[in-house]
């Protein structure tokens, strides 16, 4: 007999001997597969049953017995979700899709729950992924076109809806949300069209009341057809407006019937007046810095005064020959300090905007020291200060466009007056709560909520002197005509002050218009 070799030891051969073990992994491997299979059906069916929690569990169950596999986690994305647990939502999508980014519903899923944790620049890059698997889905064009309105990213919101609304155009709502950044954008012709279509689409059409968010559609539209000088047609969108909101109150009554230009900002700053009016009050109360003395003139220019434009070193010019020395006092950014201190939140919050900075800096002066405040492309035909007892009875003095739609190019004021003095605690108190403009003119829109709101300003300022905006406005308006001495002469003669602008593009100025006279310093005659 043969002796047995080593490998036939046991009575088996060495295939034979090794295939226990090595069947042992495949055979866990089946096991745990078939029991994350089992918690993948427990999961849906939790899930189904709306017993989020409990699916949660089954999922990660599912997922730690087998982590490969991209359903698994896209299902504990999804009732996490539910739970509105978003960055674990988040989180979960992001691991479906690192082993799968085919799906376009989980660059959506992933999208929507970063949308609603407002992570934006994240929700709208997702939204597109899923866009690009996808293009045709109308709804998600329209969540991107929200989330980039929430960016303020109105250019692109706009291309978003036109997508949605290509898509599906029988939702009113996309139609608005596309004429409402079209507003934004200026483009006033397509959102009007937009923002009718609209309308015309919700039950009853334009004749229909609605709700309160067809209130702000009337208003988007009205400030369209504002931006086409439609008037007659925004005030009839506005009167629509003020009917279909619920919180309509009588001072935006008293607002629109006032006027109809920038009936939105207006309200909203009027609101915010109304809301804070007690703080205003206080906080004009309390600050009782003044240093009375001879009537001054300010003029400010920021960059200083070698550097200006044309138009303003002229003007600067003249301002300094009709006045005695010293009356003049010319300020930059370097010579603020020496006369006054700005808050340093106020001076924060307008840092980046020039002329909300000058808004508060004209305050300041004014109220501490009186005088006249004058823009720097303010052309003077005389001394200012002898014009104060005829225009300033009541302690303070500004052009007006109507009853309590002021200019603000030419200021003046007693020390300490009882008008700049809140004038100055508002905008102050704007400026503390607001990191930005709610519209370019809030200092405007601020005076006539002061005028609605505080008896004690109404009065004094129906007793002020009425000078319109206009006369001092007709040189701005004419300056690029040929020059001629005897319309230059009429120009000149209709206000002892004219409101120029240095934003004059250079290729539309000639040498000959009446502009280029005003610069040279030429005389009429």
């Known amino acids: 007999m043969t002796p047995a070799g080593p490998e036939q030891v046991g009575g088996s051969s060495p295939d034979e001997a090794a295939r226990p073990a090595d069947q042992a992994?495949?055979?866990?491997?089946?096991?745990?597969?078939?029991?994350?299979?089992?918690?993948?059906?427990?999961?849906?069916?939790?899930?189904?049953?709306?017993?989020?929690?409990?699916?949660?569990?089954?999922?990660?169950?599912?997922?730690?017995?087998?982590?490969a596999h991209a359903d698994r986690h896209a299902g504990l994305a999804r009732v996490l979700q539910q739970l509105e647990r978003r960055?674990?939502?988040?989180?979960?999508?992001?691991?479906?899709?690192?082993?799968?980014?085919?799906?376009?519903?989980?660059?959506?899923?992933?999208?929507?729950?970063?949308?609603?944790?407002?992570?934006?620049?994240?929700?709208?890059?997702?939204?597109?992924?899923?866009?690009v698997r996808d293009g045709g889905n109308a709804q998600w064009h329209s969540r991107l076109g929200d989330?980039?309105?929430?960016?303020?990213?109105?250019?692109?919101?706009?291309?978003?809806?036109?997508?949605?609304?290509?898509?599906?155009g029988s939702r009113p709502a996309w139609h608005a949300r596309l004429g409402h950044a079209l507003v934004q954008k200026g483009a006033w012709q397509e959102a009007v069209d937009a923002l009718e279509t609209a309308l015309q689409g919700e039950p009853g059409g334009q004749g229909g009341q609605g709700?309160?968010?067809?209130?702000?559609?009337?208003?988007?539209?009205?400030?369209?057809?504002?931006?086409?000088q439609q008037y007659d047609l925004a005030r009839t969108a506005y009167t629509h407006a003020l009917e279909r909101d619920p919180d309509t109150t009588d001072l935006d009554r008293q607002l629109l019937a006032a006027r109809t230009r920038y009936l939105p900002a207006r309200r909203q700053v009027t609101a915010f007046l109304a809301a804070h009016l007690d703080e205003v009050r206080e906080l004009a109360a309390a600050d009782s810095v003044v240093e009375p003395g001879p009537p001054?003139?300010?003029?400010?220019?920021?960059?200083?005064?070698?550097?200006?434009?044309?138009?303003?070193?002229?003007?600067?010019?003249?301002?300094?020959?009709?006045?005695?020395?010293?009356?003049?006092?010319?300020?930059?950014?370097?010579?603020?300090?020496?006369?006054?201190?700005?808050?340093?939140?106020?001076?924060?919050?307008?840092?980046?905007?020039?002329?909300?900075?000058?808004?508060?800096?004209?305050?300041?002066?004014?109220?501490?020291?009186?005088g006249v405040w004058v823009d720097a492309t303010c052309l003077v035909r005389g001394p200012l200060p002898q014009r104060l007892p005829e225009l300033m009875p009541q302690g303070f003095f500004a052009f007006r466009y109507s009853e309590a739609h002021i200019s603000n190019w030419l200021l003046a004021s007693e020390p300490g007056g009882y008008v700049v003095t809140l004038l100055r605690a508002a905008l102050a108190t704007y400026w503390r709560h607001h990191r930005t403009l709610i519209?370019?003119?809030?200092?405007?829109?601020?005076?006539?909520?002061?005028?609605?709101?505080?008896?004690?300003?109404?009065?004094?300022?129906?007793?002020?002197?009425?000078?319109?905006?206009?006369?001092?406005?007709?040189?701005?308006?004419?300056?690029?005509?040929?020059?001629?001495?005897?319309?230059?002469?009429?120009?000149?003669?209709?206000?002892?002050?004219?409101?120029?602008?240095?934003?004059?593009?250079?290729?539309?100025?000639?040498?000959?218009?009446?502009?280029?006279?005003?610069?040279?310093?030429?005389?009429?005659?």
């Not at 519903?105 to 939204?127: K, T």
């Not at 989330?147 to 599906?168: C, P, T």
């Not at 709700?211 to 086409?228: F, S, T």
């Not at 005064?305 to 300020?331: D, K, N, S």
């Open 25 to 67: 992994p495949a055979l866990r491997g089946l096991l745990q597969a078939r029991l994350g299979d089992r918690e993948v059906r427990a999961a849906q069916a939790l899930e189904q049953r709306g017993r989020w929690a409990e699916a949660a569990d089954a999922y990660r169950r599912a997922i730690a017995r087998d982590s």
């Open 87 to 131: 960055e674990e939502a988040a989180q979960a999508y992001r691991q479906a899709l690192a082993l799968d980014d085919r799906p376009a519903e989980w660059h959506f899923q992933l999208g929507a729950v970063l949308h609603g944790a407002r992570r934006w620049d994240e929700a709208a890059a997702a939204y597109r992924d899923a866009l």
């Open 147 to 168: 989330v980039l309105a929430r960016q303020e990213l109105w250019r692109q919101a706009a291309a978003a809806y036109r997508e949605a609304v290509a898509g599906d």
């Open 211 to 228: 709700g309160q968010g067809r209130a702000g559609w009337w208003l988007d539209l009205g400030r369209a057809q504002e931006g086409l």
């Open 296 to 370: 001054r003139v300010w003029v400010y220019w920021g960059q200083g005064w070698a550097a200006a434009p044309a138009i303003v070193r002229r003007c600067h010019e003249e301002l300094v020959a009709a006045h005695a020395p010293g009356e003049v006092v010319a300020l930059d950014d370097g010579l603020v300090p020496y006369w006054v201190t700005i808050p340093p939140q106020l001076r924060k919050r307008t840092a980046e905007r020039p002329a909300a900075y000058a808004d508060v800096l004209r305050l300041e002066l004014l109220a501490r020291y009186g």
């Open 439 to 525: 519209h370019y003119f809030v200092f405007h829109h601020l005076f006539e909520a002061l005028y609605l709101l505080d008896e004690g300003l109404r009065t004094r300022w129906d007793a002020t002197p009425t000078l319109l905006s206009d006369a001092p406005h007709q040189l701005q308006h004419a300056q690029l005509e040929p020059y001629d001495p005897q319309r230059l002469a009429e120009l000149l003669d209709a206000s002892f002050v004219h409101k120029l602008t240095h934003k004059v593009p250079a290729g539309d100025v000639s040498p000959d218009s009446l502009l280029s006279a005003v610069v040279r310093g030429r005389r009429p005659g």
